[in-house]
């Protein structure tokens, strides 16, 4: 009997082990503010895209965690479009919001996530506005008054063609209602994140990314 507690214990001890040895490969800690650099690999933009559609982005920076890396660069980022605002008629641009969800490593290892926008770089005018990662579209207030400005000027020169000082008056106003008229059917600005745009992901709180099966490779039994 006493022969066999020796045995016992060893074998406890290798179950343990590998129970340990096994929990560490399926978690690892990503601490509050750890950022993952993407390049999105997929197009977005507020005209095509839908509140749920899925993107895809390459980590192009490897992630450290204690001096061990735990997201290595070329890793695949999955995430969703989560609020998609169209931009208005009148005024108003469009936005966009964006959650990574998944990391899968390039040894094909899959975990779970959570990491709201912080920057986007590469998008024509376009830029994240609050902490909740929203991406706003870019102005077009500035050149819409330019516009108005430009129609009134042509229809006050054609008036004052035709009847003098009083001319000019009716068609300045004529001109700057028709480009008013026009502004109504015109959509303000889109949001447009080509592929190649860089965006950067922050963690907000310490997270513990757990390793989830990948439906592509699934584990062998």
Do not use: C, H, W
Not at 14 to 19: D, Q, R
Not at 81 to 102: D, I, W
Not at 162 to 186: C, E
């Amino acid at each position: 009997m006493r022969k066999l507690i020796p045995l016992v214990l060893a074998a406890l001890a290798a179950v343990v082990f590998a129970a340990l040895a096994t929990s560490a490969e399926d978690t690892f800690t990503l601490p509050a503010g750890s950022t993952l650099q993407v390049r999105l690999t997929t197009t977005l933009s507020t005209r095509t895209n839908q509140n749920g559609d899925p993107f895809t982005g390459r980590v192009i920076e490897p992630v450290f965690y204690s001096g061990v890396e735990v997201v290595p660069a070329g890793s695949v980022v999955e995430g969703r479009v989560t609020f998609v605002k169209e931009p208005g008629r009148v005024k108003g641009v469009g936005e966009m919001r964006l959650v990574a969800e998944t990391i899968t490593t390039p040894e094909d290892v899959r975990y779970t996530i959570a990491a709201g926008l912080e920057d986007a770089q590469g998008a024509e005018g376009a830029k994240v506005k609050d902490e909740e990662g929203t991406i706003k579209g870019p102005s077009s207030k500035k050149g819409d008054v330019v516009g108005v400005g430009v129609g009134a000027g042509a229809g006050a020169g054609v008036g004052a063609l035709g009847a003098g000082g009083k001319g000019a008056l009716y068609g300045a106003g004529i001109g700057a209602a028709v480009m008013g008229i026009r502004s109504l059917f015109k959509r303000g600005k889109d949001v447009i994140l080509p592929q190649g745009t860089e965006l950067t992901f922050v963690i907000n709180r310490t997270t513990i990314a757990k390793r989830i099966a990948n439906p592509e490779n699934p584990p062998s039994r």
